[in-house]
């Protein structure tokens, strides 16, 4: 299965037992590496097939977005014929991964322990949502995740509520860690022979991706707080107001700050001891801003951007989802590819020698169930 593939996972068969996000975003990424994954869906469909709108011609572009080269195959665990198609697939597998509730799949036999008896290679990966211990009774739901692990109490204006991000943002985390794992497990493999058992977990991948603020807990006791747009160890580090709008401007270290003040017509701003170093500055980020912004209100925000890229001063226009895809194509890093008609975004990794492939669409319901059933009752 899966030989006419390119890729640097060519041959690699993984059995996706996983839904929603993290799991997809992960075995997308492995099947655009070349991969041959088989996406095992409930009678009912990936639960994103139905979160819609949006729709491209009747389906979830949620789904599409993270369903590529892969292969549907309802199976439903709760007949005894489909468990044991179930079974064989993760028996003649490479990788299987599932984010079912901890324990949810013993009764079908396709726990990690009954798995790799009968298959003692197969790399096995779990994803849920606070691990299999203590937390094994909660769902996995990123906005869950984003609230209990902190970054809400992050994201929003410093005197207004707390917000969500915009995106899933841990299960996208999460998944790049599964993919980061399996491929960790397949490369043991190779030397050993043995597989592996690889867990993932929302809460961690959260903890994990929250970084400084994370380390400024961790290592000094600091507890963040909400700053809106602003950054707590770099300034200037946020949006600041032009004639027409806003625009992003950062100075990362105190050159970046000398070259900023130079184009803003402010050049003696660096030489004042309020602002002469980065900790200088942002203990009086206060007293820095106003002047920011009244030298940035003589121009538009293009009118800046122009100015402060060629100067070498990091800044961008805070751009629509649009705009963004549009900026991408417009730099040469072609974004957008079409798989059987259906557009997509390109996968973020390039290989030079064994690029990302681009052969099926994201399937429909089932679409591959006949060639496949025929091929496990071999």
């Known amino acids: 299965m899966g030989e006419g593939s390119s890729g640097p996972l060519r041959g690699v068969l993984v059995a996706d037992f996983s839904r929603i996000l993290a799991g997809p975003y992960a075995t997308m990424l492995l099947a655009d590496l070349g991969a041959d994954v088989v996406k095992v869906e409930a009678p009912g469909g990936d639960d994103t097939r139905t979160w819609q709108p949006p729709v491209r011609d009747g389906v979830s572009t949620y789904y599409l977005g993270v369903n590529r080269n892969k292969r549907s195959l309802v199976l439903d665990l709760a007949d005894p014929g489909d468990a044991v198609l179930a079974r064989r697939l993760a028996a003649r597998a490479d990788v299987m991964i599932q984010n079912f509730r901890p324990g949810a799949l013993r009764r079908f036999g396709l726990d990690h322990d009954t798995v790799t008896a009968a298959n003692p290679q197969l790399v096995y990966a779990s994803i849920s949502g606070f691990g299999a211990a203590g937390g094994a009774d909660l769902p996995g739901y990123d906005l869950m995740v984003q609230a209990a692990s902190g970054l809400m109490s992050l994201t929003g204006a410093a005197d207004g509520p707390p917000y969500k991000a915009g995106v899933a943002v841990f299960d996208v985390i999460a998944g790049l860690h599964a ?200």
């Open 179 to 378: 993919a980061v794992g399996i491929l960790a497990a397949l490369h043991h493999r190779a030397a050993t022979g043995v597989g592996q058992h690889v867990e993932v977990d929302l809460l961690s991948s959260a903890l994990s991706g929250l970084v400084n603020h994370a380390s400024a807990h961790v290592a000094a006791g600091v507890v963040p707080h909400r700053m809106g747009n602003a950054h707590p160890s770099i300034v200037p580090y946020e949006p600041l107001p032009t004639a027409d709008g806003e625009l992003v401007v950062i100075a990362g270290n105190d050159g970046q700050f000398r070259i900023l003040c130079q184009v803003l017509g402010l050049p003696g701003l660096p030489e004042d001891p309020r602002f002469r170093r980065n900790r200088d500055r942002t203990a009086h980020r206060d007293a820095l801003r106003p002047l920011l912004v009244a030298a940035l209100a003589g121009r538009t925000s293009a009118e800046w951007f122009r100015e402060l890229r060629a100067a070498g001063v990091p800044c961008s226009p805070i751009n629509t989802v649009a705009d963004g895809l549009a900026l991408a194509e417009g730099l040469g890093l072609d974004p957008v590819v079409t798989v059987g008609g259906v557009p997509g975004v390109r996968h973020p990794i390039g290989l030079s020698a064994t690029p990302p492939r681009y052969d099926l669409p994201p399937p429909g319901l089932d679409e591959h169930g006949a060639e496949l059933r025929a091929w496990l009752a071999e």
